[in-house]
């Protein structure tokens, strides 16, 4: 591989495949694709869902916009799907994550990369389907709170945030469980709030 500044940028593809085999190329740099592009998202349908159908392309605050976007999502869902049918698509949606995460974390060589979002929608989901019906003033609760869960981190949500690193399935299946676990928490806080106030 010639090393030429003249060449432009490398397609999607062949940056992704330049992941899949550990070496850099044209447009890529060792370190991985910090900031994904649009292209990059359409470029594989991993992409489209980890990245949280473009929730996850902001470089202030991806998780936040992710959560925002789970949270409008859900009430669009909520039109037309019952509580049933949103349970099946939140039980859908963890598996199709975990492949989804794994794979693009792979393409964008970066192990836990925080544009990543789809953990945070289907964490928000788990949420709001468990604690509807409510206002707009508890559903803001519930978003304030697992924000604050998911990106503080206090125990276990620290714990969880470790437990699984590296790539693959098992680091895939890790930027998945720390936002269960968040999820988890969340539900808890407000749980005591309702059996106690």
């Known amino acids: 591989m010639t090393d030429d500044s003249?060449?432009?940028?490398a397609a999607?593809?062949?940056?992704?495949?330049?992941?899949?085999n550990n070496k850099a190329r044209p447009g890529m740099n060792a370190a991985g694709i910090a900031d994904p592009s649009v292209k990059f998202m359409l470029q594989h349908p991993a992409h489209l869902i980890a990245l949280g159908f473009?929730?996850?392309?902001?470089?202030?605050?991806?998780g936040t916009v992710g959560s925002l976007w789970a949270?409008?999502?859900?009430?669009?869902?909520?039109?037309?799907?019952?509580?049933?049918?949103?349970?099946?698509?939140?039980?859908?949606?963890?598996?199709v994550g975990w492949w989804a995460c794994t794979v693009t974390a792979k393409h964008m060589r970066v192990a836990d990369p925080g544009h990543i979002v789809?953990?945070?929608?289907?964490?928000?989901?788990?949420?709001?389907?468990l604690c509807m019906p409510m206002g707009f003033w508890g559903q803001l609760t519930c978003f304030a709170l697992f924000r604050f869960f998911?990106?503080?981190?206090?125990?276990?949500?620290?714990w969880a945030d470790r437990l699984f690193k590296g790539f693959g399935p098992r680091g895939g299946w890790g930027i998945m469980w720390d936002d269960l676990v968040a999820a988890f928490c969340t539900l808890l806080v407000v749980a005591l709030w309702r059996h106690f106030f």
Request: charged share 10%; aromatic share 10%.
């Open 6 to 9: 003249s060449n432009s940028a």
């Open 12 to 20: 999607p593809a062949d940056i992704a495949q330049a992941a899949i």
């Open 54 to 62: 473009g929730s996850g392309l902001p470089r202030v605050a991806p």
């Open 71 to 95: 949270w409008l999502a859900y009430l669009v869902l909520a039109l037309w799907l019952s509580p049933a049918q949103i349970g099946w698509l939140i039980a859908a949606s963890i598996p």
């Open 118 to 129: 789809w953990d945070e929608v289907v964490a928000m989901w788990i949420v709001l389907w």
């Open 150 to 158: 998911d990106a503080v981190k206090p125990q276990p949500v620290k």
